[in-house]
């Protein structure tokens, strides 16, 4: 199942190469030519000498991740990694984690001085990061060297899996649920060029779509995202942002994107006319590569389609995999309607 | 049979906490059995595998005991959207329960959940320094509210989720090391013993709910009232920030517990073996009595001569215990030894001071 490899591809922002591998195997033979650029964006096209207007469908292959920046010797750290993280992560969420490491995915642990030796006040306060280590297993330092070396980039070693009602857990929902929509959406059928933007970077500032937007220029983008999922017990309404199982979300304002109101309106519409659940997202804060997409050369018009992650950024996200579903038709509806000529230029 | 690693991380994968040890039981009993005489499983749930000795008359009573219980949580309610509220059944550090995995034992069958954590776009700057208590987490079934109350009861039990990692060295991390690492000592050391001629009874014990106070060790003491009771457990590994008498380094082979808990000549007697049959080991004080099964071993019945070894593990009560099966086999050679030279003369001299 696509969702299930790419979630367990290896791909932390900057060491996309693993799932730009399983993308690029996804749609071999299933598109007209496939490229990368020189930031490591893969771009797929289909029917680019057909008339106008040329969309640009993005989805960020790159995930939060780990960076090993210290292999540690001498004393009771000998043989035991520091590292920082590589993208957004609450170090709050790293205790007691496995992680795989580098290219060769050597596993390692996320531990913590144990509860018992912890000091009344210490048990108060989250751990800092300066004070976890990743464990491999390591004799000494030159042992860890052996396997590992300070730059080597790490991932959650978290399994995908289907539970509860329709639902899946994983890792790097965010973004890999774009990626997973994007090669289907590769496959469909559309009168119109139709390009497929698989970006680096984009957890570390929407870097990599900027730059596929610019080589692309196209008439209408539309960025496929995980996106902030929080309608948990004690959440505030306000601060919820979507609502799980109901639908994919569209965006009114981002940290980085004032939606095109006309865009987003027949996005909505479309959803309505052909009865697809969907939902607006509520919170001011996050952005995703529309954010960079949209101030490329002239401007570009477009939007986002979001499938709603709980645990955004955490080594276990959870999806709703009706949500995904939905997503995905709201995606090739949408489509549809911009062959009808439903959105005018 | 090469050893008992794949036993080990089977157990570790096994879901079993105090009151609730069913499951490990199960696997382990029928590898007792092809060690025993006999295995019986008390009305606590203890399981008790007796190795009779050689020789005619009185003859040398020993157990070993390694706990089965992990720790664990009990759903205490139901919250609006389906959510669970827990408490503990032993000792967790909230900290480590942020995002994890876990399994819920609901009636009808094992349920996975998360259990939550804010996303980082929605968290203020002066939220990030506050670490949440347990009764602010919640676990998430990803289950409408309506399914969850058919299918979950509070009072159901809650276990980490957890594949087991295979790290360098011959370590180990996942969850339940503590203390699954001593049932593997425990079946390591049975398996030694058939090499060796041994004239001390021994029996074999996995007891129930040490987690929450010992509370197997306790009866399974009184019914069996040994000479000697060693209680197999795992200790603190080295890391960084802890105290130096609170470290145990791993690879360095069993830690062997001293004192006024327990017994100083079976220490010393341990020690003893420990050194002629050059098998690593290192000392451990305590100035309390200790927080493992030796604890109520010593005060069983009429009070038995009560000792503590065992393994030195990182990251102890979390999801990635890290301990060493070279560690695991040093300490069941040195278990093996001692059982084999252990005579009356011994016994007659434990209550001589
Ligand atoms: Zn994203
Ligand atoms: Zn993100």
Known sequence: MLLKTLSEAFGPTGFEDDVRNVIRGELDGRVDEMNTDVLGNLIAVKGAKKPGPKVMLDAHMDEVGLMIVQICDGGAESGLLKFRALGGIDPRVLVSKPVLIGPDRIPGVIGAKPVHLQAPEERQKPIPMDKLYIDIGAKDAADAKAVVKPGDAAVFATRYAEFGDRAAKGKSFDDRVGCALLVEAMQTEVPYPLYGAFTVQEEIGLRGARAAAYQIQPDIAIALEGTVCFDVVGAPSHGQSTVFGKGPALTVQDAQTIADRRFAEFMWETAKRHGIPVQWRRVKGGSNDFGAIHRVGKGIVGGSISVPVRYIHAPTQVVSLDDVENAGRLLRAVLQEIAEGSFTL | ????????????????????????????????????????????????????????????????????????????????????????????????????????????????????????????????????????????????????????????????????????????????????????????????????????????????????????????????????????????????????????????????????????KVFQRLVDVAERHRIPYQIELSQTPVGADANAFQVAGPGLAAALVGIPIRYMHTSVETGSYADIEQCARLLAHYIAELDMAQVEDLSCY
């Open chain 2, 1 to 264: 049979m090469e050893n008992h690693q794949p036993l080990l991380e089977q157990l570790m994968t096994t879901h079993a906490g105090p009151g609730f040890e069913g499951a490990v039981r199960d696997v382990i009993v029928p590898h007792l059995r092809s060690y025993a005489q006999a295995v019986q499983v008390d009305v606590m749930g203890n399981v008790v595998a007796q190795v009779a000795g050689c020789g005619e008359g009185r003859r040398p009573r020993v157990l070993l005991a390694a706990h089965m219980d992990e720790i664990a949580l009990v759903v205490a309610r139901i919250e609006a959207g389906g959510f669970l509220r827990v408490v503990q059944t032993g000792g967790f550090d909230p900290r480590t329960l942020v995002g994890q995995e876990v399994v819920v034992h609901a009636r009808g069958g094992d349920l996975l959940a998360v259990v939550g954590s804010k996303p980082p776009h929605l968290t203020a700057p002066e939220e990030r320094g506050k670490a949440a208590p347990l009764s602010d987490l919640y676990l998430d079934l990803a289950m409408p509210e309506s399914a969850v109350r058919e299918r979950v009861r509070i009072g159901d039990r809650v276990t980490l989720s957890r594949d087991v990692y295979l790290l360098r060295n011959r370590r180990l991390a996942g969850k339940s090391l503590d203390n699954r690492a001593s049932i593997a000592i425990l079946l390591e050391t049975l398996h030694r013993l058939q090499q060796l001629i041994h004239q001390a009874d021994v029996y074999a014990v996995a007891t129930v709910q040490e987690e929450v106070g010992l509370r197997g060790a306790q009866t399974v003491g009184f019914a069996v009232q040994p000479d000697v009771a060693i209680a197999i457990d795992v200790t603190f590994g080295a890391f960084p920030g802890q105290a130096a008498d609170e470290s145990f380094a791993l690879d360095a082979g069993p830690a062997i517990s001293f004192g006024p808990n327990l017994h100083r």
